[in-house]
């Protein structure tokens, strides 16, 4: 085995961290930087692009620690779970899988797992509000940070939209009888391709309830949905008892009606294609746990708490949705399952069951809802208060809520449910997903060769260009393999070309890792066989970016150029990092002067001249 070299001694480091923590930009005089003055500071536009956040420079955030690990798996399960269990599961075991869809979801959750890993190992390193956005930021620099957080705020939106448009369906359904959206169907009809059939105002109403709550503060809101989230995990539980105590071994093997088109019957009605292709669909089911990770500067101790409030909802999440499945299609044949209503269908003969499972429907879907409120304002307050966008979205209320955040994050999902059809707000949420999954396991690869003291002039180390490389290369060759054999089939031609590239692809790896000695940085976390589980992780999620519609590819791509175009307008110019340079002042010596805006207290930032802007013109 290899050994680490570089071994820093951290006994005897200057800790610069704290002075920076106590500054706020906004403390800083409107000054005009003239082009002498830029130039001296040496801020090049590569450079810009290029520059990373440092662990001495991440602000404190200003929000109320007050989550502990119980309040994280909480946010955690109830992002993860929403209505997928519920819903997705009983379509995808009628149309794709059969009784095998244990399997499916085993095959996916550990492919998932690898990405969940690889958060929990950044998570464990570096601590602050982002997620995603915040790791890429701290390894592949400003302009990947600006793309991955874009992304991430468009899945998170797009995903509270869809969350909200099946909760108003469950809610009408349970207690109304489907009378409003009968209404909104018939006078609020949409006749327009790829557009939703109605106008959801039910659902709109929703969301702003959503919203209204998380106004009240991220505790508050974590205890709703604990409450909810006890009715959630008892409808699961009691599915699991009655189920294996009520149903019938016969229903695993059961023939299919002369009639009924679901399958073949047996176990394996759909085959192993079928299996595998359940996997890849329920792959985003396990979708959210890096919810938690937004919460980094809301827990007590985030860089022990997330990495393992991470593991516990993954490993509880997987488990439920395999006991839960086998249960189903235990108590019940399962091309009987083929509509979203299935699950308390299945339980008729027990009343009583079938209603705690609508119940449980409704609140699954309604706790999702919260937390995809909470998540998504956090990736947007964390990107304003580093500069790359607007910093007004960084007012935060006396109770320690970043309000105009959470108002921020309700726009888009708004939109979405008003005139989008929940499948293509789906196919959406899955591609920004993805690359999140994706960048957060180059940031592994990378992070390994990658000192303790970052340097944030966009200045990288041989070793960090050579991981960097060979990470992004495996990324490439690895979705060119996957759309050679989806376009050419399981011809020789198809598997001859992918294998090449996969060969590329792996020299890279092994190359990198020849080459290079990781360097020892001490961790609460680890990911386990780096090198090659990040990679693995690459080549999963590449196969699913090929799986899906060119149409969902072109909808992200526009939704994440005009985020890029807000970064170029103002992010380039206005990061924390750049104003640093531009001022001439460097991390832990930017001296604090509350009289100028507002003060500081002892739980973060109050500003009281939210709109004051740092810099009149900056020339170039």
Known sequence: MKSYTNKLIYEHELDCGDLFKSCDFRTLPKMKISKSSASKTGVSLLERLTQRRTPESAPDGGLNRCLSIFDLVNSGFSIVV???????????????????????????G????????????????????????????YVLGELAAGIIGISMIIEWMIGLASLIKSLSIYTDRLAFNGTIIAWESKHMVIDLPYMAKYVDLFAL????????????????????SAICNVVVLAS????????????????????????DTHGEGGYFPYGASGVFTGASLAYFSYGGFDAIACLGCEAKNPQKDIPISMVLTFGMIMSLYVMVCGAVTYVAPYYTLANEASMSLAFSFMPWVGILVSLGAVLATATGSFASVLATSRVVYGMAQDGIIYRK????????????????????????????????LVMMNSGGMLICFCLTNVCVMVGRYQPHHIESKGVYTSAEKLSIFASLSFWVCSIAACACLKGLGLTIAGIGTSVCFLTVGVTTIIVMKLKLDEIWIPSSFKCPLVPWLPAAGLLINSALMVSLPLMTWARVGACTALGLLSYATYGIKNSNITLSKLANVGYGSVATDTSRSGSINSSGYVYTDVDKLLVDDVDD
Request: proline content about 4%; charged content about 10%; aromatic content about 10%.
């Open 82 to 108: 929403g209505a997928g269990i519920f819903v997705i599961t009983p379509v995808l075991t009628a149309n794709t899988t059969g009784p095998a869809v244990t399997f499916s979801y085993l095959i996916a």
């Open 110 to 137: 550990l492919a998932a797992l690898v990405s969940a890993l690889t958060y929990a190992e950044l998570a464990a390193r570096f601590s602050g509000i982002g997620s995603a956005y915040l790791y890429v930021y």
């Open 205 to 224: 109403l929703i969301l702003i309830m959503c919203g209204t709550l998380n106004l009240w503060g991220v505790k508050e809101t974590v205890v709703v």
């Open 236 to 259: 699961l539980i009691i599915i699991v008892i009655v189920g294996f105590a009520k149903g019938s071994l016969s229903n695993w093997f059961q023939a299919v009606p002369e009639d």
């Open 393 to 424: 979205l960084t007012y935060v209320s006396s109770n320690q809520v970043p309000v105009v955040a959470i108002l921020v994050s309700m726009v888009l999902p708004a939109a979405g449910i008003v005139l989008l059809d929940i499948e293509e």
